[in-house]
């Protein structure tokens, strides 16, 4: 009687542990990567009585836009496309979704283009986001890296800090058993979504992060260091840098970030939500901006595996929330 209590200990045990276990796993952020569209911004009389100027840098452009660095290159055809189809003269700003927020509120811009989801501060009377796309956030290593596989408590173990070599994973393969040098690029850090689906703030990095401040800093540090790991907005940045053939993508439980079927069924954990703006405000809207909203999306729904961008059509297909034109939920 008493080795069968011991066995039927040892069992309850073992289970508590793998429940334990797979609770620690449940990716919590999922979902947390939106704000509330009704949340807006409070300003004073005078701005919303202020009209739209554009800054001298767009002077005599009939659509002036800026869009953030890791959006730009993205939108900048279908943009160029519209401007030929509609015979407009629209004056592009490779800019940060920082600046694409100072374009909004000091009135000198017709469209804003935002790498991450919007958060309140983003959200001007008047402002409309519209989703154009997501796209997946792979998580990089040198390509001389053995390991191809990670899950998602792995890869926040590592940038935590919690492991310390690449040995210390306990893979069903080898790996060295060298000290990892985690890469970030902590950028719109009060921005939602992005990487913090990965780690929630800046606090919960390890000390030992070495933090970056552009897309090609990331990518040399990752394609010199055969012992870094980082993340990256774009993936077909890689095709595009110096790093290409020395930095690889890792699947994460499984998924390649490169499966666009798997992003769309919210099946790959990290994405970045890529938004336009328009002025709903009288006097503020341009009439062809929303119809350049709808050729941009068009364009990288025709272009989206070149990209890896999964368009609006195939978000709302596959029960994507959104309200009004702004995703802000993932598939229940």
């Known amino acids: 009687m008493l080795n069968k209590r011991i066995w039927i200990n040892s069992c309850l045990s073992a289970l508590l542990i793998v429940s334990t276990s797979q ?34 840098w767009a002077k005599d452009a009939d659509i002036a836009i800026i869009v953030d660095q890791q959006f730009y290159p993205l939108v900048l055809p279908g943009i160029q496309e519209f401007a030929k189809q509609a015979n407009l003269k629209i004056v592009t700003q490779e800019g940060t979704c920082g600046t694409a927020n100072k374009g909004l ?3 000198t811009i ?5 790498c991450c989801p919007p958060y309140q501060a983003d959200r001007f009377p008047g ?15 040198n390509a001389s890296n053995p390991i191809s596989d990670l899950t998602v408590a792995q890869v926040r173990d590592i940038f935590q800090g919690k492991v310390f070599r690449w040995s210390d994973l306990k893979l069903n393969s080898p790996a060295p058993a060298r000290v990892i040098q985690s890469i970030g690029r902590l950028h719109c850090k009060q921005r939602p979504g992005h990487w913090r689906l990965l780690l929630d703030n800046e606090d919960l990095f390890s000390p030992r992060l070495l933090n970056v401040g552009t897309i090609k800093d ?17 993936l077909w940045t890689l095709k595009q840098s110096d790093a290409q053939g020395r930095v690889k993508a890792l699947s994460i439980n499984g998924v390649a970030p490169t499966n666009l079927e798997k992003l769309a069924q919210g099946a790959y954990p990290f994405y ?5 703006t328009t002025w709903e405000a009288e006097g503020l809207n341009h009439p062809k901006t929303e119809a350049l909203i709808a050729h941009v999306r068009d364009y990288l729904e025709r272009s989206d595996p070149q990209y890896g961008v999964v368009g ?5 297909a596959a029960g994507w929330q959104f309200v009004a034109d702004e995703l802000v939920g993932e598939p229940q």
């Open 105 to 107: 509120s000091d009135k």
């Open 312 to 316: 609006v059509a195939r978000l709302r």
């Open 23 to 56: 609770a620690a796993t449940n990716d919590s952020l999922r979902n947390k990567g939106f704000s509330d569209p009704a949340q807006k911004m409070s300003m004073p009389e005078a701005w919303q009585k202020q009209s739209l100027q554009h800054a001298d």
């Open 127 to 141: 402002i409309k986001f519209h989703t154009v796309g997501i796209e997946a956030i792979p998580v990089l290593v």
């Open 272 to 276: 970045n939500v890529l938004s336009l």
């Open 218 to 234: 990331m990518l040399s540090q990752i394609a010199t260091n055969p012992d870094a790991i980082g993340f990256e907005e774009l």
């Open 110 to 114: 017709d469209v804003g283009g935002f």
